[in-house]
């Protein structure tokens, strides 16, 4: 019994180990990347805030209902490829980061122009708005991480 308990006690501590090493390698790149990619790593709080964040609300009886976002699951993706870019410099990998928030950029601004984010009538609250400001934050920083920082 001693010694499963022991060889359990190894298998985690190797376990924590690789994933120290893992932490350790992804910090130490992440201080070699540039400000621009730093600051889309650091804007990905926004990006899930902007997710979780209700993106309008109607009224019923002296109540508020808030609407979740229509098109939240499209903000995830777009955010696993901010991220993955990350380590893939380069003309592909702007125009693909690029194109995808100016796609989502132009759904969102779809939903609200259609009214077809809810049948109810209702009224935009915070959330969309920061759904609008992540994808144009995305825009600039990926343009700025390409043409200021790019290696000649």
């Avoid at 976002?69 to 990998?93: C, F, K």
């Avoid at 809810?118 to 609008?132: C, F």
Wanted: glycine share 4%; proline share 3%.
């Amino acid at each position: 019994m001693k010694s499963l308990i022991n060889a359990l006690i190894g298998v985690i501590t190797w376990v924590f180990n690789v994933l120290r090493q893992l932490c350790r390698k992804l910090l130490e790149h992440f201080m070699e990347i540039n400000i621009c990619e730093k600051a889309i790593v650091i804007s990905t709080i926004i990006a899930f805030a902007a997710v979780v964040a209700p993106m309008a609300r109607y009224r019923i009886f002296d109540v508020y209902f808030y609407i979740n976002n229509p098109i939240a699951h499209y903000m995830v993706g777009i955010v696993l490829v901010m991220i993955v870019t990350v380590y893939i410099p380069g003309l592909i990998a702007m125009a693909i980061r690029v194109i995808l928030n100016i796609l989502y950029l132009v759904d969102v601004i779809y939903l609200q122009a259609a009214h077809e984010i809810s049948k109810a009538p209702y009224e935009v609250t915070v959330g969309y708005y920061l759904n609008i400001i992540i994808a144009l934050v995305y825009i600039v920083l990926s343009l700025g991480s390409f043409f200021l920082f790019r290696e000649s």
